[in-house]
């Protein structure tokens, strides 16, 4: 069993819950999020989004957030029904991270550990294997963007074709359900090294946080997937604050849901996005959403 890498750090949630027990396995700096204070216990960033969206004369995101209120505050409504602003309403302060060193340099070393417990791995593995294609179809191709050691991915899953992508190689290098890898940067070099329409799906697994030009990144992705291929963007509340993106550090996970649609939606080229609520025991162990969309069918 492997180590787990994170501190609990009690967040300022909406709910009354008490804080979780801090976790055994401790290692460093992987915890659970904190808010920024400038939003206030029970402001959402969501309502900063309407602000955004109003300053720049999209007032489209007002009536999101009205829909949103009526039915609402579960992380799998989040994305109904929104009005996105005409324009991406977010700047790039809000890409900054707290440590501005390369990323090549953080992930050196490798760490062979799991980010969430084990529940939420568990719960991330049987929605894999609800949605992946069948194991051992000719022709399919998946992804794993920033992979480590692990893809939680079901139980001796195999394809002809599944690539990984990530800053450590001798993570990837162990990863048993990898048939090929690549070490690459992507706040470096978002280009994705492949050929178009090659995927049938792609995952990313408690990472999309890290990423500084999500639109670049999520434009690739449009552009590797099969028409009507599957993005699946998994994250929980943890992450390695100083390298997450500022807009990401200082929001809670509704609104973490909320930036990973824009992020389909802005990159176009993808059906609108769909958020799910997989958290095994909502409370008591790690949280765990996923936002997903599939690429536009050719016309
Ligand atoms: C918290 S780990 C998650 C690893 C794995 N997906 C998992 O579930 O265990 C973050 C991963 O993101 C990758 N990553 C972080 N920054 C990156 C960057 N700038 N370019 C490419 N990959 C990056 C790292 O290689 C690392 O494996």
């Not at 990837?172 to 359900?177: G, M």
Request: aromatic share 12%; glycine share 6%.
């Amino acid at each position: 069993m492997a180590t787990r890498l994170c501190i609990k750090i009690p967040a300022i949630t909406l709910s009354c819950l008490p804080p979780p027990p801090f976790s055994s396995g401790v290692v460093n700096s992987y915890r659970q999020q904190p808010r920024r204070a400038v939003l206030g216990i029970g402001v959402s960033f969501l309502s900063q989004f309407m602000n955004m969206a109003a300053a720049t004369g999209n007032l489209g995101a007002k009536s999101f957030i009205a829909s949103a209120r009526q039915k609402g505050s579960t992380v799998e409504k989040v994305l109904e029904n929104v009005e996105w602003p005409q324009q991406f309403p977010f700047k790039e302060e809000d890409f900054q991270r707290f440590d501005e060193s390369p990323d090549t340099v953080f992930y050196e070393s490798p760490r062979f550990v799991t980010h969430i417990d084990d529940p939420a791995i568990a719960a991330l593995t049987k929605y894999y294997s609800e949605v992946f294609p069948p194991s051992n179809t000719p022709g399919v191709a998946l992804l794993d963007m920033c992979s480590s050691w692990v893809s939680h991915y079901p139980k001796g899953y195999k394809q002809s074709r599944i690539a990984g992508m990530g800053l450590n190689e001798e993570e990837l290098k162990r990863n048993p359900v990898l048939t090929e890898y690549v070490v690459q940067d992507l706040n470096v070099n978002p280009k994705l090294p492949f050929e178009d329409n090659t995927f049938d799906v792609i995952t990313n697994v408690v990472s999309v946080d890290y990423i500084t030009k999500p639109i670049d990144v999520f434009k690739e992705m449009a552009r590797i997937l099969k028409p009507g291929g599957l993005a699946i963007m998994s994250f929980s509340n943890r992450c390695f604050w100083t390298k997450a993106i500022s807009i990401w550090t200082s929001t809670g996970d509704s609104d973490h849901v909320m930036i990973v649609g824009s992020y389909f939606h802005y990159a176009g080229g993808f059906e609108p996005p769909k958020a799910v609520d997989i958290s095994p025991n909502p409370g008591r162990t790690d949280p765990m959403y996923i936002v997903y969309s599939r690429k536009l069918a050719a016309v």
